[in-house]
């Protein structure tokens, strides 16, 4: 039930499920209306606010690897299910199916996994270790949810990204059957049935002959969750011998265990489970002495981390690369001199390229007609190659030259060359310096010959003397970073070693373009996303705050303080936390739109986790928001309109839910009177105004309210027909069928407030 196309998979079933149900299409793919007359709202009805307040029965494990362990010891069958948050029959298997008591026990005789790349909480633990449940499937945290998939599409997909779909392994991993674009859920269910039917039943797990102690050996999720609550409840002396059980059984990976101590408030056992950690065998521990490596503790303790990281570096890519990360944020770069550079920059003001593209065109020319007239020089000759490169890099300069985009690129090329053949000749005649090597690296990297560029960058860097304020400083610094951060991704991909000394470089030659009058946001943001993932969480927290310090209206670090936010404090902390902003003297007058935004994804996760008070609340701040922003400035009236319809079709979204059919419709009018064209923009959970109002529709027309059903036609009559069709991820061909919001983006993606893409 995507738009991938089914095109010449062929399904393997081994048993007498019948084929014919499991290959029809889907009632969206087939028409507006299924082969028994009813619409695909009405075959597959939504979930209700009720329903999402009910517990997920289904129980499911928390990692492919644990199910396996499970699945061998117990003889039970995994059971694969990939969900799709938006999707309409995902929609209704995660909040009314796996919420049904009946649904649940069929799917008992199984070692359950689940997968959906959809964050639904903004976090997976929370200030003291514990964990944050995903709110639409129970058991698992979200980042577990997230991180099987990948596992799974390698393993089992075959190239094909489809929701709802269920899979079932046999114990040596083999495919028993794999259903998806099933028709209806009967089909589904028959084939999970059918596959557990003549199987001998698998013995029974006796958990209450052990004691919890003897269960912290176990992967299973039930024993898990006992653990870690006797834990949590427990005395001093339980949580010793849970812990001292926890370091004895190292291939059970209790790392969830190890977390509540080293979060915790009792600092004796926090430091024994650092100590565990030191200790450690398994790759699993890794991200968890990645997290402990943030906090303040003893050089020792740090060091004994730090070199955990270098003994699982043996076996575990994550751990080597880890370590050399602590290793190379603790030197000084020899190439970039970072305190220098900051002396420097002191007082320096930001400022822009000072001359315009006819002056910089008449200054080529006048340096061009003097080399004719006389000598070459060294000098002359690479004043004549930086105004080339100059000239080159104003993004004017190929639209004065050329009439298409082909004529434009072909001149552009030309004029790249003609600065490195001037660079090359004053390097003949006898030029040396950052000067010309600065030339010939930035021509080199518009030529597309990535290892000149790197390697004069690198030459031009270290010879670059400190206060340089010129763009060609600025760009050969910026250049020389990425280099070696290419170079740093390439090993790590490689699974290769790599000298500490690369990050040093990275981090002196980003820091000093922070503070550079020329850098930007974009570098800021570049750096911080690199530092993130190597795991170097603090400095790149740093890096956030200073760059938003320098450039407070930046949508991509404003993009990446919520995630932050969220990641740290959870969504209760995400609006206060912008108050806190606007109240400050010093605020931005475009912060009430950030703050507006904001307010949005505050709303989005709350729905998620089924608080839909909360929710409305933060729509109602946001739309508030988004109205002082028009007001403040002109410039942003479409964008804050386009959000406020957004606002309220999710507003409108909750009263349907709710049953308050009246409230829905009112706010879905509204929406599409404020901004037609973002009818079918899809918001943070995968769902548009559109959506909804057809959602509504057919419950008004269950309810036999004509009136309202007949305004509603014609508000949806009126848009644009384009707004009406299926969003991509459910439209046969894959098109998409809207265009991008203003913003030109949204949060979303592993870490963000969204997750898969439309296409998928």
């Not at 084929?19 to 009813?38: H, K, N």
């Not at 269920?166 to 114990?171: D, G, R």
């Not at 490689?494 to 470089?505: C, G, I, V």
Request: one cysteine or more; hydrophobic letters at 40%; aromatic letters at 6%.
């Amino acid at each position: 039930m995507t738009c991938n196309s089914l095109g010449t998979r062929v399904l393997r079933f081994a048993l007498s499920t019948s084929l014919l149900a499991v290959l029809a299409l889907t009632p969206r793919a087939q028409g507006a209306r299924t082969t028994d007359g009813l619409s695909r709202e009405e075959m597959w009805t939504a979930p209700t606010a009720e329903d999402w307040k009910k517990p997920c029965l289904v129980t499911w494990q928390r990692s492919f690897e644990d199910a396996g362990v499970l699945s061998l010891e117990t003889g039970k069958p995994i059971l694969v299910c990939v969900n799709m948050d938006g999707e309409i029959a995902s929609e209704h298997y995660a909040g009314i199916r796996y919420r049904q008591p009946e649904v649940a026990r069929l799917y008992e005789p199984y070692v359950t996994v689940i997968a959906s790349v959809y964050r639904h909480t903004p976090r997976d633990y929370d200030e003291q270790g514990r964990r944050v449940l995903c709110p639409r499937f129970g058991s698992v945290t979200c980042g577990e949810h997230i991180a099987i998939e990948p596992i799974l599409y390698e393993k089992y997909f075959e190239g094909e990204r489809v929701a709802p779909r269920h899979i079932m392994l046999e114990l040596d991993g083999a495919e028993t059957y794999d259903v998806y674009y099933a028709f209806d859920t009967a089909s589904v269910f028959d084939s999970i049935k059918a596959g557990i039917a003549n199987r001998p039943a698998p013995p029974p797990i006796v958990r209450g002959e052990r004691t919890i102690a003897q269960r912290v050996d176990s992967r299973d999720v039930e024993d898990r969750e006992a653990v870690e609550t006797a834990y949590m409840e427990g005395d001093d002396e339980l949580r010793r011998e849970l812990l001292e059980a926890a370091l004895a059984s190292p291939n059970t990976s209790q790392v969830d265990l190890l977390r509540l101590a080293i979060f915790g408030l009792d600092v004796e056992l926090s430091q024994l489970a650092r100590q565990g950690l030191a200790r450690a065998t398994s790759a699993d521990a890794v991200g968890l002495i990645a997290e402990a490596l943030r906090v303040p503790m003893a050089g020792g303790e740090r060091d004994a981390l730090i070199g955990a990281l270098e003994r699982l570096g043996e076996t575990s890519p994550q751990a080597r690369t880890l370590a050399v990360v602590h290793h190379g944020l603790a030197r000084k770069s020899e190439d970039v001199d970072v305190d220098d550079w900051a002396k420097a920059l002191e007082n320096a003001k930001v400022t822009e390229l000072t001359l315009g593209w006819d002056e910089l065109e008449a200054k080529l020319e006048n340096q061009y007609e003097a080399t004719q007239s006389r000598v070459e020089t060294a000098s002359s000759q690479l004043e004549l190659a930086e105004s080339s490169l100059a000239l080159a890099v104003d993004p004017q300069t190929a639209s004065q030259l050329g009439g298409d985009s082909k004529t434009q690129s072909k001149y552009a090329r030309l004029m790249f060359e003609d600065a490195q053949l001037a660079a090359m000749q004053a390097e003949e005649l006898g030029a040396t310096g950052w000067r010309v090597d600065a030339v010939l690296a930035l021509s080199a990297y518009y030529l597309d010959d990535l290892e000149q560029a790197v390697r004069h960058a690198e030459w031009a860097a270290a010879a670059l003397p400190p206060g340089e304020q010129g763009w060609n400083a600025m760009a050969v610094l910026a250049l020389f970073a990425q280099g070696r951060q290419y170079a740093i991704e390439k090993a790590v991909r490689e699974k290769a070693d790599w000298p500490p000394e690369w990050l040093t470089d990275v981090n002196a030659a980003y820091d000093v373009l922070a503070k550079h009058p020329l850098g930007t946001d974009h570098q800021v943001a570049m750096h911080q996303d690199f530092l993130r993932r190597l795991g170097a969480g603090a400095k790149a927290d740093r890096v956030l705050d200073e760059g938003l310090a320098r450039f407070p209206d930046s949508w991509a670090l404003h993009q990446r303080m919520r995630g932050r936010i969220l990641g740290e404090k959870g969504v209760a902390g995400l609006e206060p936390a912008y108050e806190a902003m606007l109240a400050r003297e010093s605020a931005s007058p475009r912060l009430e739109w950030f703050a507006g935004y904001t307010s949005i994804i505050a709303a989005e996760f709350h729905r998620r986790a089924n608080d839909n008070d909360a929710a409305a609340a933060s729509y109602d701040r946001a739309i508030a928001h988004y109205d002082r922003a028009i007001a403040s400035y002109e410039d942003c009236r479409d964008s804050s309109n386009h959000y406020v319809a957004v606002a309220l079709a999710g507003r409108g979204r909750i009263a349907l839910e709710g049953g308050d059919l009246d409230a829905a419709l009112a706010d879905l009018l509204a929406s599409f009177e404020r901004r037609p064209n973002s009818a079918n923009t899809l918001d943070g959970l995968n769902l548009s105004a559109v959506d909804t109002a057809k959602m509504l529709r057919a419950r008004l027309t269950r309810a036999e309210r004509t009136e309202q059903v007949a305004s509603l036609q014609v508000a949806l009559d009126a848009l644009d027909p384009a707004m009406l069709e299926l969003p991509a991820f459910e439209n046969p061909s894959g098109r998409p069928s809207f265009d991008r919001p203003p913003d030109g983006g949204r949060d979303r993606g592993r870490n963000g407030g969204g997750g898969q893409g439309r296409g998928r």
